[in-house]
C-alpha cells in the first residue's frame, strides 16, 4: 500500500526552524520526484521545493531559496524540508508529493498534511 506520511510541524517564533519529514511506504522515494507544497488558508497550494529522482537534483521556489532545504535519505526512504528563518507568512499546511512517470502513465501520490505556524 502506497503511504506518504509527513510530521515535524508545529509552532515556532519568526526566525526559528523546523524540519519536516515525509515518511514513504510502498515504493522508494529515490524512484520518485518528490516535491514540498504549502497550503496557506484561503490561497490555492502551492510548489515549495523539489527533487528529482535520477541525481537528486533540486529546485526551490523564490521564497524558499536561501532558507529552505529539501533532500532525501534513501536508506531510511525518508524526504525531509528543512526550513530556516521562518516568517508568519510561511504559515501553512505542508504537503509531501511523490510522482512517477512510466510508459503505463503517471502516478502521483500526497501525504496527508502537517501543519506549521510562525507566530510572536
Known amino acids: 500500500q502506497v503511504q506518504l506520511v509527513e510530521s515535524g510541524g508545529g509552532w515556532v517564533q519568526p526566525g526559528g526552524s523546523l524540519r519536516l519529514s515525509c515518511a514513504a511506504s510502498g515504493f522508494t522515494v529515490s524512484s520518485h520526484g518528490m516535491s514540498w507544497f504549502r497550503q496557506a488558508p484561503g490561497k490555492e497550494r502551492e510548489l515549495v521545493a523539489g527533487i528529482s529522482s535520477v541525481r537528486a537534483l533540486t529546485n526551490y521556489e523564490n521564497f524558499a531559496k536561501g532558507r529552505f532545504t529539501i533532500s532525501r535519505d534513501d536508506a531510511k526512504n525518508v524526504m525531509y524540508l528543512q526550513m530556516n528563518n521562518l516568517k508568519p507568512e510561511d504559515t501553512a499546511t505542508y504537503y509531501c508529493?511523490?510522482?512517477?512517470?512510466?510508459?503505463?502513465?503517471?502516478?502521483?501520490?500526497w501525504g496527508q498534511g502537517t501543519q506549521v505556524t510562525v507566530s510572536a
Open positions: 508529493k511523490a510522482v512517477k512517470v512510466s510508459d503505463s502513465g503517471t502516478a502521483q501520490y
